[in-house]
Nanobody
Framework: QVQLVESGGGLVQAGGSLRLSCAAS????????MGWFRQTPGKEREFVAAINRSGGRTDYADSVKGRFTISRDNAKNTVYLQMNILKPEDTAVYFCAADLVLTGGLHSERGNYDYWGQGTQVTVSS
């Protein structure tokens, strides 16, 4: 049974930082690209960042470029999202997701992802 468990969310002031973690089990982690998405009430889940299987390629939404960094540790079956210079508009539930890929590619479309975590709340106060 595949499980993705996010942690590290919380309440932070604008300008602050948080580091999200997503621990994966029940899958061969190194064969999956990983992504982070976020969702606020009444809105669609949106892409935040993705990383390919080896960690050598990454992609970011324009809204987080230069502030967020995605990384992974295949030995620990974990993907991270370092979030710096947080803004109130970053407030959302953050989800990690796993995308089985046969190549070194990655996707920003949520429809490509096979497994999802339960989400962790990030709240940024102004």
């Amino acid at each position: 049974q595949v499980q993705l468990v996010e942690s590290g969310g919380g309440l932070v002031q604008a300008g602050g930082s948080l580091r999200l973690s997503c621990a994966a089990s029940g899958l061969t982690f190194s064969t999956y690209a990983m992504g982070w998405f976020r969702q606020t009430p009444g809105k669609e889940r949106e892409f935040v960042a993705a990383i390919n299987r080896s960690g050598g390629r990454t992609d970011y939404a324009d809204s987080v470029k230069g502030r967020f960094t995605i990384s992974r540790d295949n030995a620990k079956n974990t993907v991270y999202l370092q979030m710096n210079i947080l803004k109130p508009e970053d407030t959302a539930v953050y989800f990690c997701a796993a995308d089985l890929v046969l190549t070194g590619g990655l996707h920003s479309e949520r429809g490509n992802y096979d497994y999802w975590g339960q989400g962790t709340q990030v709240t940024v106060s102004s």
